[in-house]
């Protein structure tokens, strides 16, 4: 099942939010106005959206709260990613030029800045004081997560539990409140729990699939150049499985390759091969379809609906997309 199918349920929700996003962003200011054409013109799959819609509509319906939920959640993450490509010092992302490369890493901060401020003027808009409440406290995650990436992004490192908190904190944390947030607006408060826990594992599966992909999948398909966190010195978890596993010799070469970030011809084929020889990608995807499953027994508690089917179908697709 592709995403068109799975957004079906809400697919007129979707419409209404793109008209939202413009109506909300408009402004009298032309440059800034610019920026915010760059970023409605340049959207991904909206999966963070999505999920609050299909999360209010399996948890029986709500009011125009979801929008603007939904709204927010998506524009905490694009302020996000124009802070990450900052960080990284990207080049292309959604297949156009970061802001920072077309205009300047001031302009994206502030931009950046910009998106956060207008997510929450919406949340504001929202009576139940929980919602704003799980959005903020997923965006202090997200922040203190950026911290200890860069922390532990100096050295190369074996330490799994690391990782896992640097992903909760980056990205799943974010699903986790959307998921919940959907069910706190429909007024469906056990609901909302088994989203949230639905949203934080289906959340680690996507970002673990979506590191093993930066290692094996195209450009075009990812969105972004590939092996771009891996050059980046991000440590993912198949470079850190294969550091525990791999023998004495072989862990030296690999952390050497690691520190160096591949700049030379033939080295990050080097890597890949160290890496498939010690099982690095076929590790990673086993745990994020164990998260997956995990994922999908949250949603028990749900009674039958569309949205609830499509929320399942997610946990197919979170793995089967790096396939």
């Given at each position: 099942m592709d995403l068109a199918a799975i957004y079906a349920p809400i697919q007129d929700d979707l419409d209404r939010l793109t008209e939202l996003l413009e109506r909300e962003l408009v402004t009298p200011d032309p440059f800034i106005g610019e920026l915010v054409r760059h970023v409605l013109d340049t959207p991904g799959k909206m999966i963070r959206p999505a999920l609050v819609c299909l999360s209010a509509q399996a948890s029986g319906g709500a009011g125009v709260a979801r929008l603007w939920i939904a709204a927010a959640v998506e524009l905490i993450h694009v302020a996000s990613l124009i802070h990450d490509d900052v960080i990284d010092e990207a080049d292309t992302r959604r297949g156009a030029a970061t802001v920072n490369v077309r205009w300047s890493n001031q302009i994206a901060v502030l931009l950046g800045?910009?998106?956060f401020a207008r997510a929450f003027d919406l949340l504001s808009r929202v009576r139940d004081a929980d919602v704003a409440l799980a959005l903020a406290r997923a965006s202090v995650e997200m922040s203190q997560a950026e911290i200890m990436q860069i922390k532990y992004g100096a050295e190369p490192h074996d330490d799994e539990e690391v990782y896992l908190r640097i992903i909760g904190g980056k990205t799943a944390h974010l699903f986790s409140a959307a998921c919940r947030a959907g069910g706190?607006?429909?007024?469906?408060g056990p609901a909302a729990e088994a989203l949230g826990r639905f949203?934080?594992?289906w959340g680690m599966a996507f970002q673990i699939t979506d590191d093993a992909l930066d290692l094996t999948s195209r450009a075009e398909a990812l969105g972004k150049p590939i092996h771009s966190d891996i050059r980046g010195g991000k440590v993912t978890l198949p470079v850190i499985h294969a550091l525990r596993r791999a023998a004495p010799a072989d862990r030296v070469r690999?952390?050497?390759l690691l520190r160096q970030g591949m700049q030379v011809d033939g080295q990050m084929e080097e890597v890949q091969q160290l890496l498939g020889r010690y099982q690095g990608v076929?590790?990673?995807?086993?745990a994020a379809a164990a998260y997956s499953r995990r994922?999908?027994?949250a949603l028990s508690p749900l009674p039958a609906s569309q949205a609830r089917d499509s929320l399942r179908a997610l946990t197919d697709f979170v793995v089967v997309r790096s396939r």
């Open positions: 800045d910009y998106l706190l607006a429909a007024g469906n949203g934080l594992e690999l952390l050497a076929p590790y990673a995807l086993e994922a999908l027994a």
